[in-house]
């Protein structure tokens, strides 16, 4: 069955480090793989979008690289500051229409000041 | 910003008694989807429309459990009857591209007691 792991439940790093956060996945051909972020008592929020042929993908201080032979997205937020604490979940989506996504359980950051 | 809209936030209710959530959508978007959130599973998909027609509801109990979307402006998830596992977060998202990722509302907190 598919599966979908994100590396830990939370993480906890000093500000100003960059923060990684892994996505692996099994018995799944993902057509795109999205990151979204949520906070308390609160739905997801789209981040970015990173295709099957795309190795990296950049917007501002993220950076997310998807590679399908090791069936994983890394997910970086650089100079990571308190604000950025949330829980990051990764989803895999099918195929290029607008069908459901397969979502991860999440990864809590906490960012220390 | 355009925003997704789900009433109630929060319902307690007793076992057994008949549940409905709503959700307005962005307007013209043309894909609706009906996520659980719990701690133990994540995100499931529980149904999705597009264009108001259901799509894939292979997620939801069935014996218990209906999704409609009477009018583009309106969604609707139904629990009846309602049992204490049904106990969750439930969010409506809507989108037209996976592009720009989908849009999820606040959810509605169930508690069946």
């Known amino acids: 069955s598919q599966k979908i792991e994100q590396n830990s439940e939370a993480l906890n790093i000093q500000e100003g480090k960059t923060a990684t956060l892994t996505c692996n996945y099994t018995n799944y051909s993902p057509a795109y793989l999205q990151w979204y972020r949520q906070d308390p008592g609160r739905g997801p929020v789209f981040l970015l979008l990173?295709?099957?042929?795309?190795k990296e993908k950049r917007k501002e201080r993220l950076k997310v690289t998807f590679d399908t032979t090791l069936k994983q997205s890394l997910f970086h937020i650089t100079a990571s500051q308190p604000a950025d604490s949330a829980t990051y979940l990764c989803a895999l989506g099918r195929d290029s229409g607008n069908t459901p996504l397969v979502f991860g359980k999440g990864t809590r950051l906490s960012v220390i000041a | 910003d355009a925003r997704v809209t789900q009433t109630p936030r929060h319902k307690v209710t007793e076992m057994g008694q008949e549940v409905t959530m709503r959700c307005q959508p962005i307007?013209?978007?043309?894909?609706v989807f009906w996520y659980r959130q719990t701690m133990m599973q994540g995100l499931e998909l529980l149904a999705y429309?597009?264009?108001?027609?259901?799509?894939?509801d292979s997620g939801m109990p069935k014996d218990r459990f209906s999704a409609e979307m009477p009018d583009a402006t309106l969604a609707t998830l139904k629990i009846q009857p309602s049992e204490p596992r049904d106990s969750a977060v439930y969010f409506c998202a809507s989108g037209t591209n996976p592009n720009y990722g989908y849009t999820f509302g606040s959810g509605t907190r169930l508690t069946v007691v």
């Open positions: 990173i295709r099957e042929n795309e």
């Open positions: 429309f597009r264009n108001r027609a259901p799509l894939d």
């Open positions: 307007l013209g978007h043309n894909t």
